[in-house]
């Protein structure tokens, strides 16, 4: 078997060491997760769906019981053996557990309760915080992707209602991220948070990832054939039109895209020959052929090719007066990030350059560089049952009044205006209801989002 299959040893090395800390007569703990403010004011609360069956669907067996057992033994850690035994003996190996949270699609102001947790068998009492490890990273990191992309949408799509057309945008921001990841799961995961608001990936991993665990039935994302580098240098700089011409003759047809590296060597050159040698063709195959630099300053490099390439092909204005290239588009995929890409519509705007005529390509940026404290995330336990008593429970370390933890049982809740506030469990309040469903409980999927679900739940926000 697999470490990375057995959900035993799915934890930090010091959690199996647990059972033997909590108070004699510990019956129940109760922890909940939360972004403790960050980048960004709001989240969007995605991922968990992914984690629940991919993970938590597992029962434990006696195999992933003897294996644990002989790993933490050697590796310095006391171990639950009955516990876990326990699992499969009272429970058929699914973990007693009870897992709330708000809608996946959902954008919460930060600083409240995204998920609770909670076991359901007092004699599990230790099995809350165990999940930690796993869970929690399970909720951060697509949530942190989705809300990054989540914020840069309404960046594109604040400059689209100034200056173009809003019914591009779902194409606008295009996922580039897969090979600057740390593995192929992180692909999969973070590719399929981005794809919560967007539809142009070459992350084929969060595509799949969709597909398996939000049951999108029809193709959740798209992309277009493109060049690179190598498709293109291998030609010889002598033979660049033609390795142009090439790329026109094998995909450019009459309404598809196709994209183009053009900066190999010289992109302003490269943009002469696509306006001169090559116009007609371009014009004549009936495609919209996408320029794509590589290299520069993103926000100068951007506005100097569009510039070029009207040169070449011209261009109208559109019915809010900002002009828009005929036949040709440009796609820029060095150097972004949210401020980059700001600076980019902004510069085309005071340039009289309407945003139709610039896509996104986001690598690093989007999938890699941001990491739990982006959004201060924590799953904290807030309250315990001790001899049938439920007790606060809370940390306020003197050093950072920033990662005081929320104490008691908790809840999240939203008014008719759809703000989100958290409030003590046992409150209640004719305006608000409950934001947090049950996702699982006892080994069981109790709601199971699909895909259109979520992306238009984020919509409403």
């Not at 058929?92 to 009870?98: H, I, S, W």
């Not at 005529?357 to 049952?385: E, V």
Request: include cysteine; proline fraction near 3%; charged fraction near 25%.
């Amino acid at each position: 078997m697999e470490l990375s299959k057995n959900l035993i040893l799915n934890t930090d090395s010091y959690k199996p060491s647990h059972w033997l800390q909590y108070p004699p007569g510990t019956e129940t703990v109760f922890s909940y997760i939360e972004s403790r403010g960050g980048k960004y004011e709001k989240t969007l609360f995605f991922g968990l769906q992914m984690y629940l069956k991919e993970y938590l669907s597992k029962p434990i067996t006696m195999e992933m019981i003897d294996q644990a057992e002989k790993f933490l033994k050697a590796h310095g850690e006391p171990f639950n053996r009955e516990g876990w035994e326990n699992i499969i003996l009272k429970h058929d190996g699914k973990l007693p557990l009870r897992i709330k949270a708000v809608k996946e699609g959902s954008v919460v102001r930060t600083s409240n309760v995204l998920v609770t947790v909670e076991n359901t068998d007092p004699e599990f009492y230790w099995l809350t915080s165990y999940i930690e490890t796993s869970l929690l990273r399970a909720v951060w990191y697509p949530t942190t992707v989705a809300t990054q992309s989540w914020y840069i949408k309404q960046i594109i799509k604040e400059a689209l209602n100034e200056t173009g057309d809003i019914g591009g945008l779902a194409f606008k921001l295009h996922d580039f991220g897969a090979r600057g990841v740390s593995s192929l799961e992180s692909a999969a995961i973070g590719g399929a948070a981005h794809l919560v608001n967007f539809m142009g990936s070459d992350t084929i991993s969060g595509v799949l990832a969709l597909q398996e665990y939000y049951n999108a039935e029809a193709m959740p994302a798209f992309s277009i054939p493109a060049a690179e580098h190598s498709s293109i240098t291998s030609w010889g700089k002598e033979n660049e039109v033609e390795a142009y011409r090439n790329m026109l003759k094998q995909f450019a047809k009459p309404g598809s895209l196709v994209a183009v590296v053009s900066d190999s060597y010289d992109i302003f050159k490269a943009c002469e020959m696509w306006g001169t040698v090559l116009k007609q063709e371009v014009i004549d195959s009936g495609a919209t052929v996408v320029i794509r630099p590589d290299s520069g300053h993103p926000e100068t490099v951007v506005l100097d090719v569009v510039r070029k390439l009207e040169e070449g092909f011209g261009s109208v204005k559109n019915e809010k007066g900002f002009k828009v290239l005929n036949n040709v588009r440009v796609i820029q995929g060095d150097g972004i990030n949210e401020q980059s890409i700001r600076g980019i519509l902004m510069n085309l705007e005071f340039a009289g350059f309407s945003a139709d005529n610039i896509a996104f390509g986001m690598g690093g940026a989007l999938l890699q560089i941001l990491n739990r404290d982006t959004q201060k995330f924590a799953m904290k336990a807030s309250a315990a049952k001790i001899n049938g008593e439920w007790i606060d429970v809370f940390k306020d370390p003197i050093t950072d009044s920033g990662k005081r933890s929320k104490a008691g049982r908790i809840k999240l809740v939203t008014n008719n205006k759809g703000d989100f506030f958290t409030i003590p469990e046992k409150n209640t309040y004719v305006e608000c209801v409950d934001a947090l469903e049950v996702v699982w409980e006892n080994g069981e999927l109790i709601r199971d989002q699909p895909l259109d679900e979520i992306r238009a739940l984020s919509n409403t926000f």
